[in-house]
């Protein structure tokens, strides 16, 4: 049973540049989260998704979108690359209870983006 | 005031020993806490929920305040393999979206 993959798991961008990354979730599962995680803090929700629609998303801007296929895969952009978006970028995979917090997420092992 | 607070630590705890953090959380109409672990640069793992009647899972036992609005993990009887970082989640607000802190760290000596 495949848990959560992400790719790639390194990757350096300059400044103003863009990146993909790529999210395939945990077997039986159809709903994809986003999180960056800057060095020494919790992660900061970026959006979920759902049936390819994005149905919750956190404070970042809309530099920020995502897109989610019908096999539940998910990919993450991110346009205009600043400094501050070096972190590591993780994905979880969870089943969609509607408005309900999910009881359990899994992670993937994360792409750790550098901006130079 | 951040909507989740832990003490980012870290403790440094011999093997043996019993340790406890809790953390704190603004939004009084939270209703679903969790504890996740992280070891070091790797993704964070659901460690336990934490339900309103308190749950223990082997050394590990989650408690929730509703009244101070806080969360803790106490951890007993302390191993080498539980060094790692403890990172509390919260839902947050009507949308129940996950609030995570920053997390607490924890080393433990043998």
């Known amino acids: 049973d495949a848990g959560v993959t992400q790719s790639p798991t390194h990757l350096i961008k300059t400044r103003g540049q863009q990146v993909t990354l790529r999210c395939s979730p945990k077997s039986g599962h159809d709903t994809v989260s986003w999180y960056q995680q800057a060095l020494g803090q919790g992660p900061q929700f970026i959006f979920q998704y759902y049936e390819e629609e994005e149905r919750q998303r956190g404070n970042f801007p809309d530099r920020f979108s995502g897109h989610q296929f019908p096999n539940y895969s998910s990919e993450l952009n991110v346009n205009a690359l600043l400094l501050g978006d070096s972190a590591l970028y993780l994905c979880?995979?969870?089943?969609?209870?509607?408005?309900?917090?999910?009881?359990?997420?899994?992670f993937g092992e994360g792409s750790r983006l550098t901006v130079l | 005031r951040k909507e989740v607070e832990q003490d980012p630590g870290p403790f440094n705890v011999p093997e043996g020993a019993t340790v406890a953090f809790n953390c704190t959380y603004s939004?009084?109409?939270?209703?679903?806490f969790f504890w996740y672990r992280q070891d070091c640069r790797k993704e964070p793992k659901l460690l336990m929920s934490v339900y309103s009647s308190g749950n223990e899972d082997g050394r590990f036992t989650a408690q929730l305040n509703r009244a101070s609005q806080y969360i803790s993990l106490l951890i007993r009887d302390s191993k080498l393999s539980d060094s790692a970082t403890y990172l509390c989640v919260v839902t947050g607000g009507s949308n129940y979206q996950l609030i995570w802190g920053a997390g607490t760290k924890l080393i433990i000596k043998p």
């Open positions: 979880a995979s969870s089943l969609w209870f509607g408005t309900l917090a999910p009881g359990e997420l899994f």
């Open positions: 939004n009084s109409a939270s209703q679903s």
